[in-house]
Every structure is written in C-alpha cells, then in structure tokens.
C-alpha cells in the first residue's frame, strides 16, 4: 500500500478512536429464557409481531414454544421462514412486505445471523421506506429508531444479537456488504441455551470459531479501549474452555450457555474496535460462492494471523497467556505462535479445512476489490494491505489443484 493511502487509513481510524467514548452505543437488555418474550410484549402493549426465522429452525421445532406462547396471550404472530444463509435484498423486500401488511408493531428474530441480519436490515427499511437496501450501506446511512426488535441467538457465533452491523448480500452482482448503524443494535438479546441444544456439531464448530475470529480482530486491532479488549479476553477464554466440549457433547448445558456468552462479549468487543480483514475477505466469498461465514472466517484466521507476524505477536500472546493456553513466562514469540497453532489444531480437530475449494483464479481480481473497499479505511487492522495484498491472500487459501 502506499504511504499516502497508509497515512490517510490511519488518520480515519485514529479519528473513529478518538470518538468511541462520545459515540452512542449500547447494549441489548439481556433475557435468558424464551417464555420470557411474550410477556415483556404484553407489558409494552404489543398486539402484532413480526418472527423473523428460517426453514431449517422452523422445521425443527425450535420456534414453536415461542408461537404457542404468544398465541396463548393473544398476541398475533406473521413468520417470515424463508430467510436463506448470506440473506439477500429479496429476503428483506419479502419480510418488510409482511410486516406491513400483518400490522406487526416488533420484530423478533430467531435464529443465526442471516436471520437477526434480515430482520434488522427488514426493520430498517420499515422505518426508511423510501430508502433502498444498497443506499444503506457502509456507516450510519440509517439513523432512525427500529422498530421494537428482539434478537433469540440459535447458534454462538454471530454475536449480531448485540451488534450495530448486518452484512447483505445483492444476489444480482454477488456483492456481500455490511450496514453499519447504531439503530441496528437489537433492543433485547435472548441467550436461551436450550435453544442451541443439539446443534449440529459443524455448525457448532464454525459459529464458535466465528466468534473467535470476531474476539482476535478486534482484540488485535488498533481501536481498543480497556472495555473492549477485557470483552475479546473473556470471549477468548470461554471459547477455548467451552467450543470443544460443546463440539464433542451438543447437549451439555454449561458448555452451550457459556458459547452464548461468548458470543455476546466477542459482539460487544467488535462492535466498538471492529473487525479486520479476515471478515473483508470473508464477505467476498460469501457474496461471490456462498461460503458460509463462519467456515470462510475458521479458514482464513489462522492465515491472516501469521501473515501479520510481529504486528500482533505481543497481544496474541497476551490472549494466549489469559487463556492459560501456555504458562505465564513464556515469551510473546512462543506464546504468539502457540495461539495461532491451537486455531489450527482446533479447525483441525472440527473438521474445518485449511483450504476453500470455490475459489477460481479468475475471481480474485473482483473479490479483492470488494476487500479492499470493505477494510479501507474502516479496519483497524495490525498492518494494512491493498487490493494487491489481498489477492495474494485469496491465493494462499486457493485449493493447491486450482
């Protein structure tokens, strides 16, 4: 990249940084149960709903003690389920039809972060009819208050029930982009573990590196505050206590309710120090091949962490020291790379690979720009790269016959 570019990347990130403690964040209120929902809308005078999901959670059962409950209180309910992974324009148009013509006055979402992602992006074009998807991308394009939305997290990885981004995709020019708005932070998180009970272990094992992912790039990025970077370590902690023992056993409650926690403190953290390039590039994929996020993230950390080098090495170790992944003296080179070589054995021992097969060659030009205009100047990151750099990431990742 070249200097001038490198100078003005910084001094944008410098200025978001030293804006953080006057920005209005906030967080979700937190509930723990389910059965809970119906009752806090009646307390708030709410006769018409809008449940946001997909068919994979209907189709298991999971939404229906959330239905029931509402019916039992004479609360209407309209379910949007066709939500689909990497959630598309036509998915929100669809839901914000529905939501109209239902009369709905909240919106909750159920499930993993393309359904909370399609319901606050749904509740953002209910408030901005006037307003098209893609005028709404990049920062702050939104700027009214939603709806009433209530996010139920079925997976532990997103963290999109407590975050102020959504991430669309334009299915006519494969494009994966994020909306970013305070008035996208749901107003109520639901970690329900029950809910992510039996999960499906590969889906255990890409939503908790998701969520390592999201706690690494903020943690190793250069917008941190003590706040943030006390949410990442303990994100951090929980994952490498928690994400095998959930992996291994789906129905052990401590390990789920702990993921969900997880989760939630990694959404808090990038919320406010935001992601890297691993979720630029992420995107791209998911826009372009429909990799799932989660996977494209297991995938690309350990690749980005190493291509980083000496950049992050000290605050790797740091995490790799809280963790008690290795002893308290050991020094930040050996404790750097024990942390990166755990991600690894972790993708290893889930069955993530170390290569994303999709990637064609002929590709990589139009991915890397999307990266690049995604990580530039936004992302904080530990060294900055260009759309030249990146390709050479996308590369890295190629399977070896491409």
């Known amino acids: 990249m070249k200097l001038a570019e490198k100078i003005f990347c910084r001094a944008f990130q410098g ?78 148009e669809e839901a914000r039809k529905l939501y109209l013509k239902s009369g709905a006055q909240a919106i909750i979402a159920f499930g993993g972060g393309s359904v909370m992602d399609c319901a606050k992006v749904t509740g953002a074009r209910v408030v901005k009819p006037k307003q098209p998807v893609y005028k709404m991308k990049g920062l702050l394009r939104i ?9 139920v997290p079925t997976t532990a990885g997103t963290g999109s029930e407590t975050t102020l981004a959504a991430v669309i995709t334009d299915s006519g020019t494969k494009h994966k982009y994020p909306i970013n708005d305070f008035s996208l932070i749901p107003h109520y998180a639901v970690l329900d573990y029950h809910v992510t009970l039996g999960l499906p272990k ?26 943030t970077r006390k949410m990442a370590e303990d994100a951090t902690k929980l994952i490498y206590e928690n994400l095998k023992t959930a992996y291994d056993d ?15 403190c990694a959404g808090v953290a990038f919320s406010r120090s935001y992601v890297g390039y691993v979720h630029a590039v992420a995107h791209s994929l998911g826009g372009q091949y429909g990799v799932p996020h989660g996977l494209a993230n297991a995938v690309l950390l350990p690749y980005f962490l190493e291509e980083y080098g000496t950049a992050c ?18 020094n930040d080179y050996r404790a750097a790379a024990a942390f990166i070589q755990w991600v690894k054995d972790m993708n290893g021992y889930m069955g993530i690979p170390d290569m ?14 999307h990266a690049a205009a995604e990580g530039n100047p936004l992302y904080p990151v530990p060294v900055l790269m260009d759309q030249e750099q990146l390709a050479e990431m996308y590369e890295r990742v190629m399977e070896r016959g491409e």
């Open 202 to 227: 590969g889906i255990t094992a890409t939503t908790g590196m998701d969520a390592l992912t999201h706690a690494v790039e903020a943690y190793i990025g250069r917008s941190t505050n003590r706040f």
């Open 313 to 330: 090495q000290r605050k790797l170790a740091k995490l790799a020291r809280f963790t008690g992944m290795v002893p308290k003296h050991t």
């Open 143 to 151: 700027c009214k208050k939603l709806p009433l939305l209530i996010a």
């Open 356 to 369: 994303i097969k999709e990637i064609k060659m002929a590709d990589i030009p139009i991915m890397s720009q």
């Open 250 to 264: 789906g129905k052990n409650k401590d390990a789920r309710s702990n993921m969900l926690e997880a989760a939630y």
């Open 15 to 92: 200025a978001f940084r030293a804006a953080l403690p006057v920005l209005p964040y906030r967080e979700p209120k937190i509930m723990h149960k389910v059965k809970q929902i119906p009752e806090l809308l009646q307390k708030k005078h709410i006769k018409r709903v809008l449940l946001v999901t997909d068919g994979g959670v209907r189709g298991l059962g999971l939404t229906n003690r959330l239905e029931q409950g509402l019916q039992e209180v004479g609360i209407q309910c309209a379910v949007y389920d066709q939500v689909v992974a990497n959630p598309t324009i036509i998915n929100i």
